[in-house]
């Protein structure tokens, strides 16, 4: 005769098992159906390049980037998803060195949107205007006038030999169960040109 205890066992490890077997389902039922999202739309107003240090001990003056961008795009898609945790948006500047060639991509600006968050991701700065009635978004990012959330500098110290520079928004989707994803969410429809130094 079986024991409480291996009777207790015996239901654990099936429950265990079935368990495993829904979420390996969970998983590549996801993978096979990520959200696509319509690629928004990133503007960036101002950039200027001047000379500053960065804040660490010991840093050297040299040439740092500072910008004003606005970005509009709808991530409601990959928030409705059933097995969405939460959600990664980072701004890149992907630019080439004119005189070696090396291509370089840089975050500026990041946010986590967690799944629990129920209004629409907006800017600290201006006031925007109000969403029209009866629309209640989840993931619409609307942000104006925000300012680059990390130092843009060069490897090189200086960005005499930099063109210019497309700007990206991407995202990052952490499942609760299975893969990690990315992709594309807002792009500048032109290439960003790179001012001259002011000289103070």
């Not at 429950?15 to 690629?39: C, H, K, N, W």
């Amino acid at each position: 005769m079986y024991s409480t205890l291996q009777r207790l066992n015996h239901i654990t490890s099936l429950a265990t098992t079935y368990v495993m077997i829904l979420l390996g389902l969970i998983s590549i039922a996801s993978y096979l159906r990520i959200p696509s999202v319509d690629v928004g739309k990133v503007e960036v107003k101002d950039l200027i390049i001047q000379k500053g240090r960065l804040r660490r001990w010991g840093a050297r003056q040299e040439e740092l980037a500072s910008l004003k961008f606005d970005v509009r795009t709808d991530l409601n898609p990959l928030l409705n998803s059933y097995n969405t945790k939460q959600l990664l948006i980072y701004l890149t500047a992907s630019y080439e060195e004119q005189t070696t060639g090396n291509i370089h991509d840089v975050v500026i600006w990041d946010r986590i949107i967690q799944r629990a968050e129920i209004r629409d991701i907006r800017a600290v700065g201006n006031k925007l205007p109000k969403s029209k009635v009866g629309r209640k978004g989840r993931g619409n990012v609307r942000v104006e006038e925000v300012k680059n959330k990390y130092q843009w500098r060069n490897p090189s110290g200086t960005f005499k030999d930099v063109e210019y520079a497309n700007m990206t928004l991407h995202y990052s989707l952490m499942p609760y169960v299975g893969i990690l994803s990315s992709g594309i969410a807002a792009v500048a429809q032109d290439p960003v040109i790179i001012p001259e130094l002011i000289k103070r």
